[in-house]
């Protein structure tokens, strides 16, 4: 079956755009996560939802990054007025439910801010 | 402190030979933990869950150490595909996520 999918694949924008990312998870998957992931530097968490539950906002850097996910489907994640030290990998990962199971990944969105 | 720890590496391994890693966690009421592997410039993917009993997948066995709050890995006779960053998941209870350390590197050399 069909694994998460993470559009678009490459982004490069000029600072301060504002640029928006994608993730459709796994079909079923209630939990969606967000990171981050700079060159040689372990994942970041931004922001992590659980089924109609309000979701933990607790990793985003700034008030520039905001996330949104429709249902258990599709989830959007922006970045306004972007900067330099936005660039990095943008992963996202869905699971069965909450955190005992397993995370699967998308292949990531690697955006460079010039 | 950091909530989860990881040796950074690398861990420069001989093919053929042992090689074992920790992970430390902060947070004693932590419940699930899970090691994942990532090559360079791909995906986490998971590489197995860690159960209190411990438990083993191949060449591959993984530990809990809940008095000393610790998982462990140890590949056994290493070889040269296992080359990769292994990271280390810990549930925290607060909030209900998954937290990642930031990965041991292992390479294996002919």
């Known amino acids: 079956g069909a694994g998460v999918s993470q559009s678009p694949s490459n982004k490069v924008t000029e600072k301060g755009k504002d640029v928006e990312l994608r993730c459709d998870p796994i079909?079923?998957?209630?939990?969606l996560y967000w990171y981050r992931q700079s060159l040689g530097q372990g994942l970041e968490f931004l922001i992590y939802f659980q089924g109609n539950s309000a979701p933990d906002k607790s990793g985003l850097p700034s008030d520039r990054f905001s996330a949104e996910r429709t249902g258990e489907s599709v989830s959007t994640l922006t970045i306004q007025r972007t900067q330099q030290e936005d660039s990095a990998v943008y992963l996202c990962?869905?699971?069965?439910?909450?955190?005992?199971?397993?995370?699967?990944f998308g292949p990531g969105t690697r955006l460079t801010v010039l | 402190r950091k909530e989860v720890e990881q040796d950074p590496g690398p861990f420069n391994v001989p093919e053929g030979a042992t090689v074992a890693f920790n992970c430390t966690y902060s947070n004693s009421a932590s419940q699930s933990f899970f090691w994942y592997r990532q090559d360079c410039r791909k995906e986490p993917k998971l590489l197995m869950s860690?159960?209190?009993s411990g438990n083993e997948d191949g060449r591959f066995t993984a530990q809990l150490n809940r008095a000393s709050q610790y998982i462990s890995l140890l590949i056994r006779d290493s070889k040269l595909s296992d080359s990769a960053t292994y990271l280390c998941?810990?549930?925290?209870?607060?909030?209900?996520?998954?937290?990642f350390g930031g990965g041991t590197r292992v390479l294996v050399k002919p």
């Open positions: 990962a869905s699971s069965a439910q909450a955190t005992y199971n397993e995370q699967f």
């Open positions: 998941v810990v549930n925290l209870p607060a909030g209900n996520k998954l937290t």
């Open positions: 079909s079923g998957h209630t939990a």
């Open positions: 860690v159960y209190s």
